[in-house]
């Protein structure tokens, strides 16, 4: 059994889908913010969690959105690995 979550268990809904250009669907993994420590944010995607480390051009974000306080919607959390 799968520990993973799709996008819509993660709160992912069509009006955030809106906002994102169809390159940006293609270029870069969708996440949720779950955890934020000192220096690094926990963000779920669908392929799990990976931690994000915290650099000075890191927009505040909030845990549990995909937005931070007065920051368009958190787009790209990682580039996806091209093979």
């Known amino acids: 059994m799968s520990n993973y979550k799709s996008l819509n268990q993660l709160g992912w809904s069509p009006s955030f889908q809106m906002q994102l250009s169809?390159?940006?669907?293609?270029?870069?993994?969708?996440?949720?913010?779950?955890?934020?420590?000192?220096?690094?944010?926990?963000?779920e995607t669908e392929n799990g969690v990976?931690?994000?480390?915290?650099?000075?051009?890191?927009?505040?974000m909030t845990v549990g959105g995909f937005r931070g306080p007065g920051v368009p919607l958190l787009r790209t959390v990682q580039p996806k690995k091209i093979s």
């Open 50 to 60: 990976t931690d994000l480390p915290i650099l000075h051009s890191t927009p505040a």
């Open 22 to 43: 169809l390159e940006e669907l293609e270029s870069f993994t969708i996440g949720r913010v779950i955890a934020l420590h000192r220096s690094k944010l926990e963000v």
